[in-house]
């Protein structure tokens, strides 16, 4: 066996770090979402063109693509946890990350080493080179590289099975250049209107254009609206669509009748596809996580119809097993601290609702939101369910809304008492301070928020237990 020395290791870090700066320089929509001014912006050819000179890995790799205003990620993870219960091998590509950036694309949960990640940016950044020089400022960008490292790995990987999460809408998405086994829209609502449209109906075409000719669809949208819209493209496409509350359906099972001191998975009942399956349970908290876990189940059984082997049995498993980072996460016991990556009206609705059976003497949220949301409506919708509102921004991306704005907001629409924080650290060593062991504290308002707050929560009870 060969272990590698403390100069190697020394040398693989320093790559790895060098090769994320270089990643992170390039044009990255995620940290500078008004550097795009139209979905003009966003080059589809550019991204064929990279995966072409890399040898189309997409094409050797089987794949379900998962879109939608929300719930996509959790949708995603479920898909995969179920696949991986068969004993497949099973690839998973989200964005943005939490922690790490090869977070990104796990196999089986594990994510590439450092020394994987070198190596996937030795293959792409001469590619990335050559079309800087033929294209000068119109090269790939931050995800079109981060994807195509996705597709190499999963293909290096001989996954089984690729599970990929759009980034943002779907028509021109870097991810949108697969011809996928199944295709999943999960939700249509209000999010990056400036890009994708004003109304449901546009957004929801954007979301349609992962639709491939003759791909089943998987759809949890049910307005009127954006539904046809949906509708409307698969026919076109000659495409068959299974849609939630048609083709199949859940039946939600009454909850416990016991106090709740955290949020809690729901059970539900599942039909469609000529199969039954009952009290399934989900093992993120919510009764929205039923709706994607039957978009999962769906896409399940139109795989079987397509060579994989899905039981119920492993259906059931990969629901309760599936977990994602800033889903209703609880990172504190007493008081009850849940941190929450919901950014829109729709998720911040879906969390206050998760969270309302849940016992607690106060209610305090601490917000902050990207410059790209509709932060008064989302203030007017936490005021509604919380006893009190903490104002905040988060330092580990530019697109964080200004403190002053979020205060002028607050002073418009918040009916409940509130206080500013010129940093989250703070507004977290106050509540930690000031929090009685019944009270609930909820940190959201956006994905860039919560993935700072658990990583300063996580080193707080680190330094405690020390």
Not at 79 to 98: N, Y
Not at 444 to 461: D, I, P
Request: glycine share 6%; hydrophobic share 40%; with cysteine.
């Amino acid at each position: 066996m060969n272990i590698p020395s403390d100069s190697s290791f020394l040398e693989i870090s320093r790559r790895y770090q060098q090769s994320l700066e270089r990643l992170i320089g390039r044009m990255n929509y995620e940290r500078t979402p008004e550097a795009a001014e139209s979905l003009r912006d966003f080059k589809l050819n550019r991204m064929a063109e990279l995966l072409a000179r890399l040898g189309n890995p997409q094409q050797q790799v089987p794949a379900v693509h998962v879109a939608g205003s929300k719930g996509k990620g959790s949708t995603a993870t479920m898909i995969a946890t179920i696949f991986q219960a068969t004993g497949c091998r099973v690839g998973l590509f989200t964005s943005p990350h939490i922690d790490r950036f090869e977070d990104r694309f796990m196999v089986n949960t594990l994510a590439p080493s450092p020394a994987e990640v070198v190596a996937l940016f030795d293959q792409i950044w001469p590619v990335c080179e050559e079309m800087d020089g033929e294209n000068p400022g119109s090269g790939p960008s931050f995800f079109d590289l981060a994807t195509a490292m996705g597709w190499l790995h999963f293909a290096r990987s001989q996954v089984d099975l690729a599970v990929i999460e759009v980034g943002l809408g779907g028509r021109l998405d870097s991810t949108n250049v697969c011809r996928p086994l199944v295709s999943v829209i999960t939700s249509i609502s209000r999010d990056h209107v400036r890009l994708l449209g004003e109304t449901l109906e546009l957004i929801a075409r954007e979301k349609a254009g992962i639709i491939k000719p003759e791909v089943p669809v998987v759809t949890g949208v049910t307005q009127p609206g954006p539904l046809a819209e949906i509708v409307q493209i698969s026919r076109e496409c000659h495409s068959p669509l299974f849609r939630l509350g048609q083709e199949f359906s859940i039946r939600q099972q009454p909850a416990a009748a016991t106090a709740l001191s955290t949020p809690a998975g729901c059970r539900f009942d599942y039909a469609g596809l000529g199969t039954e399956l009952c009290d399934l349970e989900t093992g993120m908290p919510g009764e929205h996580q039923t709706r994607n876990a039957a978009l999962a189940v769906t896409c399940a059984l139109l795989l079987n119809q397509k060579g994989y082997t899905v039981t119920p049995q492993a259906m059931a498993i990969g629901i309760r097993q599936a977990m994602c980072s800033l889903r209703v996460e609880k990172v504190s016991e007493s008081p009850l601290i849940i941190v929450d990556a919901a950014h829109n009206v729709a998720s911040i609705q879906a969390l206050c609702e998760t969270l309302q059976p849940v016992q607690a003497r106060r209610r305090t949220v601490i917000f902050a939101t990207s410059r790209d949301k509709e932060p008064a409506d989302l203030l007017a919708l936490l005021t509604e369910h919380f006893d009190e509102i903490w104002l905040t921004r988060f330092s580990n991306n530019p697109r964080s809304t200004p403190l002053e704005e979020l205060e002028a907001l607050a002073s418009q629409v918040v009916t409940k008492p509130w206080k500013a924080f010129p940093e989250l650290h703070s507004a977290l060593d106050a509540a930690r301070q000031t929090a009685g062991p019944e009270d609930l504290i909820c940190v959201t308002g956006s994905f860039f928020l919560g993935a700072e707050a658990k990583n300063l929560l996580q080193a707080a009870r680190e330094e405690s237990i020390a």
